[in-house]
């Protein structure tokens, strides 16, 4: 997970694009205020630039100053509960900042996927909210804005703080996914940009909650990924991330005969990442093209020699593998074996002269015996990765993972410095609530 970024700071440094440069041209000298604070990955990164692209749309203003805002963002992650806790204390924390700062006026908006997932639960818990917004309404922070402002704040009268206080705009399954010309602000450097080919996850992953959170996989067409990139490459970006949840699934939603779980690319049955790359291949311009976020079931030969042969694709893969002992792929529900695996690593590396492996993998996942992370070690040690993560398993509620059934109530937990600081200011327990810790009813 990526470290916290106040992302309305980085704005100024960053192009806007689309309709959003005609409106900022426009933007009214004592507009609306909007600052946002964007935790998590590339893909929720990418969501924060939609979100400001529409609050330019709106003619309002950014600020890198979460004092100066009017309305304040905080676009949160859920992945895994050190996520949460990190999400939950930027919310208190901004909230703190309002009361410290006399600003009773300013507004705080929850986006991201701890609001898609729990806005209903944190509705009832954290009244000093004013909107949470789901990930289908990203395109729509502006007009949602629009009627926060004109809402009185709980702060001016407390006697409206109750659970029904904050607006809620959430779907229970996400179906949105950007175009070409949705509006953006860019958060990049100048020089690099994300490009989200997809949105959600058909993998079942019994560590992963990305599915519920985020929906089905579901793609953009070729033509409005290619258009993006055009658009990009005209605007002097040298580096495009091609990025979603599973990159390389993209296309195959889209085949008239349903793909299965472990279909590797076939360009025959319809659109594919190996088509789409070649079609990038003869965008006019001087770039290149890096792979995030690919998935080992779902490789084929077909895409390795369309890397190789593509001189605008980066030698870099990013292939998140988790384990290597067949029985914790299982469990993992991996749809993938040690055997594919080994097999997969080797045509890569063949196939891709020179070729950079990034990967992660989880321990401690529940039944791994010692004997199984020592090959798992032994395995990191043989293949020798470019670059490697490792991620302490995380049990995630309403994974398939999870005992969930049995978790009937929200621990209160105290530890946390915001919540202490909070506690004190005005002695309210609820805001003690972190959302993260779960206890087993006996």
């Known amino acids: 997970m990526n470290s916290p970024s106040v992302v309305a700071a980085k704005a100024f440094g960053a192009s806007s694009r689309g309709q959003c440069k005609e409106e900022a041209k426009r933007l009214p000298a004592y507009g609306t205020k909007v600052g946002m604070v964007s935790l998590g990955c590339a893909k929720n990164l990418v969501d924060a630039e939609i979100m400001l692209g529409s609050v330019l749309q709106h003619g309002m203003e950014i600020t890198s100053c979460a004092e100066d805002a009017d309305v304040l963002v905080i676009n949160t992650c859920a992945f895994i509960d050190s996520a949460k806790?990190?999400?939950?204390?930027?919310?208190?924390?901004?909230?703190?900042?309002?009361?410290?700062?006399?600003?009773?006026?300013?507004?705080?908006?929850?986006?991201?996927?701890?609001?898609?997932?729990?806005?209903?639960?944190?509705?009832?818990?954290?009244?000093?909210?004013?909107a949470f917004i789901g990930l289908d309404q990203v395109s729509q922070l502006g007009e949602i804005i629009e009627k926060?402002?004109?809402?009185?704040?709980?702060?001016?009268?407390?006697?409206?703080?109750?659970?029904t206080h904050a607006l809620l705009f959430s779907r229970t399954r996400p179906i949105y996914i950007p175009d070409y010309n949705t509006p953006r602000f860019r958060l990049t450097p100048a020089h690099s940009a994300y490009v989200k080919i997809a949105e959600g996850c058909n993998h079942p992953c019994s560590f992963?909650?990305?599915?519920q959170m985020r929906g089905k996989h579901r793609s953009r067409t070729p033509q409005s990924v290619l258009a993006e990139i055009r658009g990009l490459v005209s605007e002097g970006v040298r580096e495009i991330n091609l990025i979603s949840q599973d990159t390389t699934y993209y296309g195959m939603d889209l085949w008239s005969a349903k793909a299965g779980p472990r279909q590797p690319v076939d360009s025959t049955r319809g659109p594919t990442l190996a088509t789409l790359l070649r079609e990038i291949q003869e965008i006019d311009g001087d770039f290149w093209i890096r792979l995030l976020y690919t998935h080992p079931a779902h490789w084929s030969d077909e895409l390795i020699d369309t890397i190789a042969q593509c001189d605008k694709v980066a030698r870099y893969i990013d292939i998140p593998l988790q384990h290597i002992d067949d029985s914790m792929l299982?469990?993992?529900?991996?749809?993938?074996?040690?055997?594919?695996?080994?097999?997969?690593?080797?045509?890569l590396r063949a196939g891709i002269p020179g070729v950079t492996l990034r990967t992660t993998f989880i321990v401690g996942f529940p039944g791994e015996t010692e004997a199984q992370f020592a090959g798992l070690?032994?395995?990191?040690?043989?293949?020798?990765?470019?670059?490697?993560?490792?991620?302490?398993?995380?049990?995630?509620?309403?994974?398939?993972?999870?005992?969930?059934?049995?978790?009937?109530?929200?621990?209160?937990v105290s530890g946390s410095a915001a919540y202490r600081a909070e506690r004190?200011?005005?002695?309210?327990?609820?805001?003690?609530?972190?959302?993260?810790?779960?206890?087993r009813s006996r």
């Open 208 to 211: 992963c909650v990305i599915p």
């Open 377 to 412: 070690l032994d395995f990191i040690r043989r293949t020798r990765f470019e670059r490697l993560g490792i991620f302490k398993y995380s049990q995630e509620e309403g994974s398939r993972n999870c005992p969930c059934k049995n978790w009937k109530r929200i621990e209160i």
């Open 85 to 130: 806790e990190e999400s939950i204390e930027a919310i208190l924390e901004a909230h703190q900042e309002r009361g410290l700062n006399k600003r009773p006026n300013q507004k705080l908006i929850v986006s991201g996927c701890m609001s898609q997932r729990f806005a209903r639960e944190l509705r009832g818990e954290m009244p000093e909210v004013d």
């Open 148 to 163: 926060i402002v004109a809402r009185p704040s709980w702060l001016r009268d407390p006697s409206e703080a109750s659970g």
């Open 424 to 439: 004190s200011r005005c002695s309210r327990c609820r805001f003690a609530c972190h959302f993260v810790k779960r206890s």
């Open 330 to 347: 299982g469990r993992m529900r991996r749809e993938t074996s040690r055997q594919h695996i080994e097999d997969l690593i080797q045509r």
